[in-house]
């Protein structure tokens, strides 16, 4: 397959690219991950030296989750049981803490958990997506404001909101050559 030997041929430059500037790769720790919608996706023999890559369903990388078929759902999931641990802790110190005490650890210690690399995965289902949208909802009510007050007093917009203003501007930045050039 053309697809299996070109992608191999890159690999091959890629280990002799690090030979050449003395960069270790542990073949081992490589894997590799097709993405496709398709029920039985083609398999391919890919190898860093004499090593074949391992290929996964799902690959995690700088925190991110990516399946096979760029659902999202187990990032997603991942993210809402990891913000909804925080928001428990919240929950447990809200008490001591004014409305805008709760609406600064919100935004610091919650909401930075469900944005982060939202860019990444913002095209998943609207199913999906809603688990984050509940989390939200939750913590609103934890910290004792509707989603007007919380966008107007606190500024605290829709997740689906703030996804699409930071795509906007990545947008933006591209149209006006102010990305780097790697994009």
Not at 4 to 15: F, G, I, K, Y
Not at 22 to 29: A, C, G, L, M, Q
Not at 42 to 59: S, V
Request: with cysteine; hydrophobic share 40%; glycine share 4%.
């Amino acid at each position: 397959m053309a697809a299996t030997a070109s992608l191999n041929r890159d690999l091959e430059r890629m280990r002799i690219w690090a030979d050449k500037w003395k960069v270790t790769f542990e073949p081992s720790k490589c894997k590799a991950l097709t993405i496709s919608r398709k029920r039985n996706p083609t398999r391919l023999d890919l190898y860093f030296g004499n090593t074949k890559l391992a290929e996964m369903d799902e690959l995690e990388i700088l925190g991110v989750t990516i399946d096979k078929k760029l659902t999202w759902a187990k990032h997603i999931s991942n993210t809402t049981a990891r913000a909804g641990q925080k928001l428990g802790a919240l929950r447990r110190v809200a008490n001591k803490l004014d409305v805008k005490g709760r609406a600064t650890v919100y935004k610091a210690q919650v909401r930075s958990v469900m944005e982060y690399a939202s860019l990444c995965w913002m095209s998943a289902s609207t199913t999906t997506l809603k688990l984050l949208d509940f989390i939200q909802s939750k913590a609103l009510r934890i910290i004792g404001v509707d989603e007007q007050q919380a966008r107007m007093d606190f500024n605290i917009p829709s997740l689906h909101h703030t996804q699409q203003v930071a795509a906007a501007s990545v947008l933006y930045k591209m149209h006006t050559s102010c990305c780097p050039s790697i994009m």
